[in-house]
DNA sequence: TACAATGATTGCAA
DNA sequence: TTGCAATCATTGTA
């Protein structure tokens, strides 16, 4: 006898049952000595759908009389038999998920921009690198720092409540359908495990959403800090005293406009400015000069007569302090070198 | 407001 | 990696 023959046959019991006989034995046996034709399977699964149509307490009534139909317990052992087989197939499916790389790399990201973990200075020292980037002066950069720090916690605040919202609804969702398996166990086998590996399926689909809201809240961060590291967006001129700076430097070294790492560093220190920016300017610089040098001369000559000058006044300033015969030199220098 | 000046970025080559 | 050349985006000025 195959199994569904065997539950069909388990299952002839329970046919015929109308609401009132439903729980009464009597009316069962009634019901067959009055030799009314076996009904299939159907109609009593068809009342046990029909339960969802009918009020709570009707279908409450329904539920319990079906509970404690006597056929109940040879129904249950025919499907714990039928479970017994079939959980073999079932049980290779069940395996551990390896934690996904992608999730990993946006909770990183997430934890490093400090929108997810403990609120801290993760964006802000962002904010910061952007505003020193830029080259722009401590109040704009300070501005600048909490407009982003602003929108960053913006974003988190979204992202959070978004993740709460999901955690809630995940959770509402795994008890709903632990109580829903749970109540089922009373009429087919459900084993604890079963149970787990269900809510473990509504974790996973949940945990995709998840990702959906971590992937957004990445994307929101990158054109937040894209918006404040463009540096092009926020220009700001050096000032003249730099800029003298660099063009001395220039003009002095015309034939090899070229500044050793040093010397930039140099520079950089000098102007209040990074070595990339002094990269910067001595590439536009050259550029911009060999493309025009007529423009440039005047400028060119300009630096030259200061140079000359410069030199000039070292060597004075040099030549008056070998000489002790000459008071205050060093004032009337001065005026000269300022 | 148009335009020149200027600092930064990008793509390519050496 | 560095520099060049082209280009972008912003600032400053007439």
Same mark, same amino acid.
């Given at each position: ?12 019991? /329970?046919?015929? =049952? ?37 009020? /709570? ?20 052992? &025919? ?13 290779? &499916? ?20 400090? &929108? ?63 109580? /829903? ?7 087919? !086998? %459900?084993? !604890? ?7 473990? %399926? ?11 809201? *971590? ?8 054109? /937040? ?8 967006? *926020? ?18 070294? =015309?034939?090899? !406009? ?14 209040? %400015? ?31 007569? *200061? ?32």
């Amino acid at each position: 006898m195959d199994d569904q023959t065997r539950m069909m046959t388990g299952l002839t019991g /329970l046919g015929g =049952l109308q609401q009132a006989d439903v729980g009464d034995p009597d009316s069962v046996r009634k019901q067959q000595s009055l030799g009314q034709p076996q009904q299939d399977i159907g109609d009593i699964l068809q009342q046990i759908m029909a339960i969802t149509d009918e009020s /709570l307490d009707e279908a409450q009534a329904r539920k319990h009389a079906l509970n404690c139909h006597r056929m109940k317990p040879a129904l249950f052992s &025919v499907l714990c038999e039928i479970k017994e087989k079939t959980v073999l197939s079932i049980r290779g &499916v069940q395996e551990e998920d390896p934690p996904d790389p992608q999730i990993m790399r946006l909770d990183n990201m997430l934890l490093a921009e400090g &929108v997810s973990g403990p609120e801290k200075g993760g964006g802000s020292a962002a904010a910061a690198a952007a505003a020193a980037a830029a080259g722009g002066s401590p109040t704009d950069s300070s501005i600048e720092h909490s407009d982003y720090r602003a929108k960053l916690a913006q974003i988190r605040q979204i992202y959070h409540s978004e993740l709460e919202k999901y955690e809630q609804a995940c959770s509402e969702f795994t008890n709903h359908v632990m109580n /829903l398996l749970r109540e089922q166990s009373r009429t087919r !086998p %459900i084993s !604890p495990k079963e149970i787990e590996r269900m809510v473990a %399926i509504i974790h996973r689909k949940f945990s995709s959403i998840q990702m959906q809201l *971590k992937q957004s809240t990445c994307e929101a961060v990158m054109i /937040l800090r894209s918006r404040f590291l463009d540096a092009r967006r *926020k220009r700001r001129n050096f000032n003249k005293q730099a800029t003298e700076v660099l063009n001395e430097y220039f003009y002095s070294h =015309l034939s090899n !406009p070229y500044p050793s790492e040093e010397a930039k560093e140099e520079l950089a220190k000098k102007c209040g %400015i990074t070595v990339s920016q002094v990269s910067n300017w001595f590439g536009n610089k050259r550029i911009r000069y060999k493309k025009n040098i007529g423009k440039f001369q005047e400028e060119a000559n300009l630096y030259a007569v *200061k140079t000359a000058v410069d030199a000039a006044n070292v060597s004075a300033q040099a030549s008056q302090a070998n000489s002790p015969a000459t008071p205050n030199s060093g004032t009337s220098s001065s005026c000269y070198t300022d």
